[in-house]
Nanobody, 126 residues
């Protein structure tokens, strides 16, 4: 099990950038598949990106490809999400999450992930 704490959210204009961080405690982080999810008001929690622990494989939802980059630093037990060219529709609470096991592009539903942070608000103004 890992405890996760997100930071880096805020208010930004459309076209701007933000970098989210997720600090993890617990040795399991280095063997966890990690992901970012988001939830806008009145909508279901949505998968954004995931990253494997062994080879650093990544996977993104189509709407953020070429704009967002997920990465991890296992030495620092930290997960990142670099968000560029932000759009108003990216406005949401962003959550980091983790699960044990192997990386898979078919295991990206929220129910697959075991541990969750408390979320950080990202607001993109037009």
């Amino acid at each position: 099990q890992v405890q996760l704490v997100e930071s880096g959210g805020g208010l930004v204009q459309a076209g701007g950038s933000l970098r989210l961080s997720c600090a993890a405690s617990g040795r399991a982080f280095t063997s966890y598949v990690m992901g970012w999810f988001r939830q806008a008001p009145g909508k279901e929690r949505e998968f954004v990106a995931s990253i494997g622990w062994r080879y650093g494989n990544t996977y993104y939802v189509d709407s953020v490809k070429d704009r967002f980059t997920i990465s991890r630093d296992n030495a620092k037990n930290t997960l990142y999400l670099q968000m560029n060219s932000l759009k108003p529709e990216d406005t949401a609470v962003y959550y980091c999450a983790g699960r044990p096991g192997v990386f898979s592009t078919s295991r990206v539903s929220a129910s697959e992930f075991k541990d969750w942070g408390q979320g950080t608000q990202v607001t993109v103004s037009s």
